[in-house]
């Protein structure tokens, strides 16, 4: 939004009492300002000095809303409201003027994909929501600081929520960066949402395989029109990577504390989303990152990585989707294994609990299932840890009924896995092969000492380390 040298009169000005109904409309012409006004409201609870914003349609009548100083929004209510004066007026513009990249002869070349979600998205005023709205090209003019860290190419995929990434999508995304590998590119970037970045970073884990080049995945928890936004640090931090890094693997590139001290760069089957809104949402289960990024340097955190080489590209996009997650609880009734067998399901993914176990009325299901040549494997629930069915009585009866164990593997990297596999086969034990063999570390041989670390808040040495750390 950019300031205007003249008020231009309230009956000239487009959408000014946009989203507001009722008593909020009323109070706005009463008032006699609107939508991108700057004004100073005088309330009951006292005075607040901003700019007046659109409302989505399906808001209350009872709030006008104000973008302050600080970047954050409020809502006035209608009722304490004495006074409002306009001191200014400002013209909206939503989009960010794309810009061509500038070439920079040295620097790293870095194709940047963009797939939608937070970290390419806008506030859409209509309905309140964020939404994919910005491209690459869009991306780089709001963070200019990448031209000092590659050559990036940008190339816009798809413009969706995370949430409708399916096969599909997953397919496109893989036959893309092999393309671009093979075209000799130094790094892949790929801006993604993050609620279902792990499952792409998974799938894309055996899909590309032999990469020679980093591949890193990037989103952001906070939307580029907040203040708080770590959107662009993230870009920075995973373009630096693409560009620099010796780590020729698929890599989920995010905050490492909630601070932007530094990001994390995690394994693409080791990492989980993990926190619904804060911004170092993503950990490594049963593991440790690969990596720490900032803006001078990468600094490996272990040295079992794929490093970059001349190597052939092997892109392998081979998917049947007819396989789900079912995650068990107390009392489950086998008619649910009943109903995804009858619905053609070839594959199930069981979360279950403890060492990978489940009630005993949901074992004549099992059997079905098996016999129905239906692939069903178990995983835990708890995430950390490994399927252990031969320890207790139940888990080896689960065993008979042709549950196969899946070692450490987390529930949704044995989902893709599956549907990657049952893509190549589905005779029992070609399957059995491909699911049990590591392609790209989501099986490991044993998990290290510090790949289970979870602070307790509220206990005196935990406080004692989160106020010298602050994590």
Known sequence: MNRTEARPPLDARPDRFKGYRGAARDLLDRMGVGVWSEVRIHTTRGDFEGLV???AESADDRHVVLKLATGYNIGVAVETVT?????????????IPEQA???TPGLPRVTLFGTGGTIASRLDYRTGA?????SPGELYGSVPELAEVCNLRTEKLFGVF????GPEQWIALAEAVGEEIRKGVDGIVIGH???TMHHTAAILSFMVQDSPVPIVMVGSQRSSDRPSSDAALNLIHACKTAGESDIAEVMVCMFGPTSDQYGLLHRGTRVRKMHSSYRSTFRTVSDIPLAMVDRHAITPLRPDYRRRGEREVKVDTAFDDRVTILYYYPNMKPDVIDALVAAGYKGIVIAGTGLGHVNKQVYPALERAAAAGVHVYMTVQTLWGFVQMNVYESGRDIQERGVIPAANMLPEVAYVKLGWALGHSHD???VK???????????TEREPFDGYLILQGGLPEVEEFTRKYRI
Not at 130 to 134: C, T
Not at 162 to 165: A, I, K
């Open 162 to 165: 995370s949430e409708n990434m």
């Open 83 to 95: 006074a409002i004066e306009e001191t200014g007026y400002r013209q909206a513009h939503y989009k």
């Open 130 to 134: 964020v939404i994919p709205a910005f």
């Open 428 to 430: 029992r034990e070609e």
């Open 193 to 195: 949402g993050t609620d």
């Open 433 to 443: 092969r491909l699911m049990l063999t590591p392609v790209a570390g989501e099986i």
């Open 53 to 55: 914003l659109p409302r």
């Open 101 to 103: 990249f500038p070439e």
